[in-house]
């Protein structure tokens, strides 16, 4: 079955069994500085007993990679059909960018419309390893609706910390699944709250609470792995030259990438991608790390913005190690530039993404235009979910539109420009 066989800092090597650490890595840590963990496998193991070839067989989703994910018991998989999703090739949106072979890997269509469900699948699975009852998490949307769905799915109790500003329609989306829903009137509350929660009435936290770098759940970014080898396999074994993501506190660039590095590792392909984060210019703490050469992650100010599933003042460091690692870049995203890609990649290719899962498009477009990246290689953007959850900053884009009465002469005034072109 799984072959995880225990925890490793992703800063400095120290190993930790399979346990409830969700505070990173002990051993490195300092006033301004926390590693991740993450998880670690018997990868030689996995080499004699799996083959890609064995891997096509299966039913396609999260858990076709089952040895590669780390549930103890099988009777413990949460899963709701989540992965699976479609790598689409976008002619028309390469053409206006001048990429040549762009795809969107469309994670919107997943069972609570983001990305986010292939993470709660994988840490929901393991709550029921450790015997958890309560699960808890501090989410703006996206994270709070998937955990809530999936803890419905396992029968557990789910309480979610979220801002008392968040957009209503994401509110809705959370309770509707059951999870008890606390508004909180700051965001650093929210994560003083939630750790109490953790240490005192020992729930089992979904993502992160520390503070000034996020460490969290070391065992969902597992799930966002099987990104990397779903674009591997629709791409039969092309390896993409670059993957563009969507960043908030990176655990989703991090598991994409780390991804990519163990199939290189079990020798499904020769070589990896370099890995781009699409921050929000609302926040941006990864760019400017980056921009300032820091090894830790310095937070941010963060302004309101339409961008509301990544705009964040604070990022994990395994996101700036993976961006280190794979030799890519970050850039930051303003709103303006999100909604324009969010119409063009719509009205070009059929595909309603969040605004803040647009910015991986819009990164394409800046980065290609600087010409910062290939416009000849493959380039792979992440679409990390679905439009309909917020609509109201593409509406201001849109145009007013007016009831006509039932004449066919006023309607043909209406559709004038149609005709004429
Ligand atoms: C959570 C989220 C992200 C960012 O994921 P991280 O792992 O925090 O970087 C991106 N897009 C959407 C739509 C999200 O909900
Ligand atoms: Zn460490």
Known sequence: MSYAIGLECV???????LSKMFEGCPKCKNDKFASNLTVIYDYDKIANSLTYEELLKRPTGVWRYIELLPVKSRLNVTSLKEGGTPLIKCENLGKQLGIKELFIKDESRNPTWS??????????????????????????????????????????????????????????FMQAYGARVVPVTSAIGRWILM???????????????TRPMPTGNPYGPEGYKTIAYEIIEELAK???AYVIVPFGGGDGLFGIWKGFKEFEKLGFI????????????????LTNAIKKGLNY??????????AFSIATSTCSYQGLKAIKESKGFATTISDEELIEAQLQLATLEGIYAEPSSAASVAAAKKLAEQNII?????????????????????????????????CWNSFLKTVHDILST
């Open 11 to 17: 800063n400095c090597g120290a190993k930790f069994p």
């Open 115 to 172: 990305f986010k469900d292939r993470f709660c699948s994988v840490a929901i699975s393991v709550a029921l390893d450790f015997n958890a009852k309560i699960v808890t998490v501090s989410s703006s949307g996206n994270h709070g609706a998937s955990t809530a769905a999936y803890s419905a799915k396992a029968k557990l109790k789910c309480v979610i910390f979220t801002m008392s500003y968040a957009p209503d329609s994401f509110i809705t």
């Open 195 to 209: 750790e109490k929660a953790v240490r005192e009435l020992n729930w089992y936290p979904i993502n992160s609470y």
């Open 238 to 240: 092309k390896t993409p």
């Open 270 to 285: 020769d070589n990896v991608p370099s890995m781009i984060a699409a921050e929000s210019s609302a926040g941006g703490p």
């Open 297 to 306: 992650i310095e937070p941010v100010q963060v302004v309101p913005s339409a």
């Open 374 to 406: 290939d416009k000849d290689e493959v380039i792979v953007c992440v679409i990390t979910s679905g439009g309909l959850k917020d609509q109201v900053p593409i509406k201001r884009k849109l145009p007013q539109l007016k009831a006509i009465d039932p």
